[in-house]
């Protein structure tokens, strides 16, 4: 039913193709500076060993921003497969969250090619941080506009104790690498700890409502059996 209190409205399966696209050219753009580095190799008729080994950090920076959009791409695309109307609100939250995509490349290169410095990491992690914040504000407002979303409130309620678990988690991160510097980027390993802080930032959201508790378990009988909460990458 469409959200008549947010006014018009916009095609659902044309703006998940205008946020495919944009990503997909932000994941493409990614490639471009180590594309350039081979070009200058090739000038100075640098081998192929020599170089994988000049451009580590390009080559890491490239992994990283990959495997990051890519996952937050797919949580995007998980979480409006459900969404049948995109209001205003919404799209405006979703034209945010596109431009920190569209901004990662830009700290992704800073990160491959120039020397670690903590304003760098602020930078870089502190983009990651704004789009989760994003994400999270998305599924808040569906949250608070159910009639927009097939998916059941337990699970918009789960995923977005994983949005807070990855906000605290980046943070963490980005406090570990200014104060280390260096490799501090490998601090963002903190976030392979999403799934079980999530599921216990959640435990602790139901115990502290136990009205959305109530909602969760009448949601799940309507069913006839209990539902299983959508885990997280």
Do not use: C
Not at 136 to 144: N, Q, T
Not at 150 to 163: E, K, M, Q, V, Y
């Amino acid at each position: 039913m469409a959200d008549r209190r947010s006014g018009q409205q916009f095609s659902t399966e044309r703006f998940k193709a205008f946020a495919d696209a944009v990503v997909a050219i932000a994941m493409t753009l990614l490639i471009l500076p180590l594309l350039e580095s081979v070009s200058d190799a090739a000038s100075k008729h640098v081998s192929t060993g020599e170089f994988l080994a000049e451009e580590w950090g390009q080559l890491f920076s490239f992994a990283l921003s990959f495997l990051l959009i890519a996952n937050f791409w797919m949580e995007h695309h998980n979480q409006y497969t459900a969404v049948r109307a995109v209001t205003p609100m919404l799209l405006w939250i979703n034209i945010a969250w596109l431009a920190t995509i569209v901004w990662l490349p830009v700290p992704t290169a800073m990160l491959g090619q120039m020397d670690t410095d903590p304003l760098q990491e602020v930078v870089y992690i502190g983009t990651l941080i704004l789009t989760q914040i994003t994400t999270f504000a998305a599924k808040l407002y569906l949250l608070r506009h159910p009639d927009l979303t097939t998916a059941p409130a337990s699970r918009i309620r789960l995923d977005i104790a994983g949005d807070v678990a990855s906000i605290i988690l980046f943070a963490a991160a980005l406090a570990i690498a200014v104060s280390i510097g260096g490799k501090g980027y490998f601090a963002l390993l903190l976030l392979l700890l999403t799934g079980v802080f999530a599921k216990l930032l959640y435990r602790i959201w139901m115990r502290a409502s136990p009205r959305q508790a109530d909602d969760t378990v009448d949601e799940a009988s309507g069913d006839g059996e209990p539902e299983k909460p959508a885990t997280r990458g």
